[in-house]
């Protein structure tokens, strides 16, 4: 599927996406969150889809080019071919990409001992889209690379204020001692608002826990139980060490890690 | 040119741009300041270019492709394709389009009576590559929206602290009592360093005028005996309301926009 160098998704980003793991069996968990934010997104743009269900027709072929292996559909949704400048043409013929591929590979020491995490340097700043899975993606891709530099796992990204927000490509939870918690990105205007977080808020809840979603200053997280880390692809993983603290992985950590597994294999027999 | 779906460009918006005038005797006025912005973004993004004259061959293309008439050349380099996730490859191919085309129409009445602008509402956030033109451009794409929808002829986007930092697709000049004056994108950490911008900037150093580069809150703008917008592509334009303030247009901008005018025209006849 070449592409029309004049798609607006090249030019400006001006688009949406999302990443879906499918299991074995075929089965996509999270598409129903995934899907809904892929049309919010679109709404937040201004990018009219005619017909919806070429979403789910694009999901499909990619998950049969799978053919019976897990592994992962990526959906790229973008204004279609433009003009020059930022005016986006009326109408639009939007573009429906996807490319499927196997699951990412992540050391099984990530898995059972958690990661280390460092503290990017630059600010997450406001996002007039925060939340949607858009194609401006340059604060992740710089602070992905910081990462590689630092040798680290994974770098979690403050507000202008110094708050946690998120990882590069995954939420934040973390445990004190009558609550979960988890960094309210609305009230931050910044990140993004993944769907496997939604999932686990929802799981959460459902089980009676207490979680709160609200902004800390980045050192009461000294004081947390535990931390982990969550996205729709790798499930949850435990944050052991950020700069010079240190946390042990929590059985209820452990638990969501392999309850969030289970839920990711899909409830299909293959 | 098809481009590989892969492409960083695509997924992330991980790559800059130059839109180049070209005068019909094919001289491009500004390249050597496009390519310096170009080049500065490509080293900022961490994108290692190993022959820079790909850059000059890739105009040259796309001015030969003009046949002898006035136009633009735009060129987009990217990181090239890409793996899954942020993590950029090493090592990377630099993708590097050329697209060629004629001149943006702008009426008559815009050059000769001033443009109508209006404010745009979101606030253009701080960047992290702040002055680069880089591909991700959502922010002046919902705001050339808010533009169109409104009727203005430009928007005027405001800092989070309501001070006013440049246009959708154009920067800002004042003419006060002594001086000119541009709004300081580097204190802003926002906005689009544009290379007219600097190309005015030098001028009027060179001519012995006082230049004052700074942050000013909206209001200081009414105070001002007139305002333009400049870009590489259409120069000059007097600003004749924003809001419900208005201006005249001042003879010392009509003679800046004939100079500018003769200057993207090339110097050598045809």
């Known amino acids: 599927m070449p592409l029309n160098p ?35 997104g ?10 919806e269900s070429r979403l789910d027709a694009a999901l499909n072929e990619g998950v049969a080019a799978l053919g019976g292996e897990a592994g992962v559909v990526k959906l ?20 429906v990409v996807w490319q499927s591929g196997g699951l990412p590979v992540w050391p099984e020491r990530h898995r059972r001992e958690g990661l280390v995490l460092g503290l990017c340097q630059a600010p997450l700043y406001p996002d007039l889209l925060a939340g949607f899975k858009h194609l401006n993606r340059l604060p992740q891709v710089m602070a992905r690379r910081e990462v590689a530099r630092q040798g680290w796992d994974e770098g979690l990204l403050l ?12 939420n934040l ?16 205007g910044a990140g993004v608002a993944g769907v496997m977080r939604a999932h686990l808020h929802e799981t959460l809840l459902q089980r009676g826990e207490k979680v709160v979603c609200d902004l800390r200053p980045l050192s009461q997280l000294r004081t947390a139980d ?40 899909g409830s299909l027999k293959v």
């Open 226 to 265: 535990g931390l982990f880390l969550c996205n729709s692809v790798v499930g949850v993983l435990p944050v052991r060490k950020l700069a010079q603290w240190h946390w042990p992985v929590l059985a209820s950590v452990r638990e969501l890690q392999q309850s969030t597994e289970t839920f990711l294999a």
């Open 6 to 40: 004049r798609d607006r998704g090249f030019a400006y980003g001006d688009g949406v996406f999302e990443t879906v793991r499918v299991a074995a069996s075929g089965e996509q968990p999270l598409w129903p969150r995934h899907r809904a934010r892929l049309v919010g």
């Open 42 to 51: 679109l709404r937040a743009l201004g990018i009219a889809l005619p017909d």
């Open 159 to 170: 507000s202008t204020r110094r708050q946690p927000l998120e990882a590069t490509s995954m």
């Open 173 to 188: 939870f973390a445990r004190f001692a009558n609550h979960w918690w988890m960094p309210d990105l609305d009230a931050a």
């Open 76 to 95: 790229t949704v973008t204004r279609g071919v433009g003009g020059r400048g930022y005016l986006p043409p009326v109408p639009a013929q939007p573009t």
